[in-house]
């Protein structure tokens, strides 16, 4: 078994969920709104500038809550290890059975 690692994929879907995700909200909605301006017969150029605008703004919008979402679970996973760091050095011994209970 030497350099044997296991590789899941379940570990890195995560990026994938998102990318599937912000795909469909985009396609869905960026449609929506070509398809209700072409319905108010608006020009062809009215229609592109419409759709153009939609994609740049949902592009835009899925970067900030993507950017919002990433920041927001490093701030916590940090606050998670501060505070289990600060734990490990006030009650050693009941850090230690813990691991102890979780890994065996």
Same mark, same amino acid.
């Given at each position: 078994?030497?350099?044997?690692?296991?590789?899941?994929?379940?570990?890195?879907?995560?990026?994938?969920?998102? &990318?599937?995700?912000? #795909?469909?909200?985009?396609? !869905? @909605?960026?449609? /929506?709104?070509?398809?209700?301006? +072409? *319905?108010?017969? $608006?020009?062809?150029?009215?229609?592109?500038?419409?759709?153009?605008?939609?994609?740049?703004?949902? &592009?835009?919008?899925? #970067?900030?809550?993507?950017? !919002? @979402?990433?920041? /927001?679970?490093?701030?916590?996973? +940090? *606050?998670?290890? $501060?505070?289990?760091?600060?734990?490990?050095?006030?009650?050693?011994?009941?850090?230690?059975?813990?691991?102890?209970?979780?890994?065996?």
């Amino acid at each position: 078994m030497s350099g044997h690692r296991e590789r899941h994929l379940v570990s890195r879907t995560g990026w994938l969920r998102a &990318a599937v995700l912000g #795909a469909n909200d985009g396609i !869905v @909605s960026t449609a /929506s709104l070509i398809a209700g301006v +072409a *319905a108010s017969g $608006a020009t062809t150029g009215a229609v592109l500038v419409a759709g153009s605008a939609a994609m740049i703004a949902g &592009a835009m919008s899925m #970067a900030a809550g993507e950017y !919002v @979402s990433v920041s /927001s679970q490093a701030d916590s996973e +940090a *606050a998670d290890l $501060a505070r289990e760091h600060a734990e490990l050095a006030s009650d050693w011994a009941h850090e230690h059975d813990e691991l102890a209970q979780i890994y065996v």
